[in-house]
């Protein structure tokens, strides 16, 4: 089992930053990639982006290419995801997720942490 907790989240003004973080803990070793996803009320989760837990390549969401930056401290089993430039449509709870080796889904999830943009 790995058990994953965000934090970072809050209210910020459009053109702001803020930097979510998701502690990982338990099986940590057996986690491939990790992931950032995102849910905004009415709407269905979509992927915002991901890290290979051990060589670091990246992927974004369109959207929030060049704005958001996704990274990962090893030593602390943690995750991060800087997000600059926040636009009023970025207003979603945030949720990390991992996928464990020899498995093709996203299987752990955190609880999630609210993002909200106000103009």
């Known amino acids: 089992q790995v058990q994953l907790v965000e934090s970072g989240g809050g209210l910020v003004q459009a053109g702001g930053s803020l930097r979510l973080s998701c502690a990982a803990s338990?099986?940590?070793?057996?986690?491939?990639?990790m992931g950032w996803f995102r849910q905004a009320p009415g709407q269905e989760r979509e992927f915002v982006a991901r890290?290979?837990?051990?060589?670091?390549?990246?992927y974004y969401q369109d959207s929030v290419k060049g704005r958001f930056t996704v990274s990962r401290d090893n030593a602390k089993n943690t995750v991060y995801l800087q997000m600059n430039s926040l636009k009023l449509e970025d207003t979603a709870v945030y949720y990390c997720?991992?996928?464990?080796?020899?498995?093709?889904?996203?299987?752990?999830w955190g609880q999630g942490t609210q993002v909200t943009v106000s103009s």
């Open positions: 997720a991992a996928v464990e080796l020899g498995y093709g889904q996203y299987r752990y």
């Open positions: 338990g099986r940590t070793f057996s986690i491939s990639t």
């Open positions: 890290i290979n837990w051990r060589g670091g390549t990246t």
